[in-house]
């Protein structure tokens, strides 16, 4: 029998790239039956049109003011409340470019079953750009992207969800992301929350794909730009808004954490660093 597995993702007017990433997952893992739900948050391209063409993709609609977090939290109540039942719930992006079978691999790996599995990725260069998170500090909110295959433990705290094999039942009982995220955060915080909950996340020890990191040019951390714009990036949603950052902080770190590091970014933007 196959394994039964529900992609969830959310895209914005990259057709190509939504489209070669769900035909390769498919494609590329003959051993898997794969189902998809897919929020496209009102794409011009012609996104939508191109998904429904796709047998076993359920296409939901977004008003285009989702962002990421919010995309996922809309295909993971959908996939919450459906009453059908899977093996597994895969999280992924899709700027993913997948590699053959990698999913049929991840799944290979010995564990219990009760196991989150991080499919770890890697730019054009074959450097780690997303993975297995670990905290370097109890109250200091810095970390480190593991891929697994470093002497590290291949456990992790959180991660980047750009390839996430989540068993169901365990994706059941963790329920939605947290809806006070707009854009970025919401999966390093659904990650906490498992590891808070005693649900180990293990970091495969190979690369599942290309994913390139998104460059500093043109977001709140560029010092290039002006302090005005800088300030004006962090606090839109694709940047580091001051009610999110505060809420990440002190859900994951402590009240302390959040005091100290809310005021950070603010310093880093006065001084141009």
């Known amino acids: 029998m196959r394994t039964k597995i529900l992609g969830l993702m959310t895209c914005f007017n990259r057709k190509e790239k939504t489209i070669t990433a769900?035909?390769?997952?498919?494609?590329?893992?003959?051993?898997?039956?794969?189902?998809?739900?897919?929020?496209?948050?009102?794409?011009?391209?012609?996104?939508k049109a191109a998904l429904e063409k796709i047998r076993g993709v359920v296409v939901l609609n977004g008003n285009g003011q989702l962002f990421y977090s919010g995309g996922m939290r809309m295909a993971m109540q959908y996939a919450l409340d459906t009453t059908e039942v899977y093996d597994y719930c895969l999280l992924f992006n899709d700027d993913v470019g997948f590699y053959s079978q990698t999913i049929e691999k991840m799944l290979s790996v010995k564990n219990t079953g009760r196991e989150i599995l991080v499919g770890p990725t890697c730019d054009t260069e074959g450097k780690l750009s997303y993975g297995g998170v670990i905290k370097k500090s109890r109250f200091r909110?810095?970390?480190?992207?593991?891929?697994?295959?470093?002497?590290?433990?291949?456990?992790?705290?959180?991660?980047?969800?750009?390839?996430?094999?989540?068993?169901?039942?365990?994706?059941?009982?963790?329920?939605?992301?947290?809806?006070?995220?707009?854009?970025?955060?919401?999966?390093?915080?659904?990650?906490?929350?498992?590891?808070?909950?005693?649900?180990?996340?293990?970091?495969?020890?190979?690369?599942?794909?290309?994913?390139?990191?998104?460059?500093?040019?043109?977001?709140?951390?560029?010092?290039?730009?002006?302090?005005?714009?800088?300030?004006?990036?962090?606090?839109?949603?694709?940047?580091?808004?001051?009610?999110?950052?505060?809420?990440?902080?002190?859900?994951?770190?402590?009240?302390?954490?959040?005091?100290?590091?809310?005021?950070?970014?603010?310093?880093?933007?006065?001084?141009r660093r």
């Open 141 to 271: 909110p810095n970390f480190d992207i593991i891929d697994g295959t470093s002497e590290r433990a291949k456990s992790c705290d959180t991660f980047n969800a750009n390839c996430v094999l989540i068993p169901w039942k365990i994706f059941k009982e963790l329920g939605n992301m947290d809806s006070v995220y707009s854009h970025s955060l919401g999966d390093f915080d659904y990650g906490f929350k498992a590891s808070r909950r005693g649900i180990p996340i293990w970091v495969c020890d190979f690369f599942v794909g290309q994913c390139s990191d998104n460059p500093v040019s043109g977001s709140w951390r560029d010092t290039d730009l002006s302090r005005r714009e800088r300030l004006k990036k962090k606090e839109s949603p694709k940047g580091l808004p001051r009610k999110e950052w505060w809420h990440y902080l002190k859900t994951n770190y402590s009240i302390g954490t959040a005091i100290v590091y809310s005021i950070t970014p603010y310093l880093r933007i006065l001084i």
């Open 22 to 47: 769900i035909s390769n997952l498919i494609s590329k893992n003959s051993n898997i039956e794969f189902k998809f739900v897919v929020v496209d948050d009102n794409s011009t391209d012609g996104t």
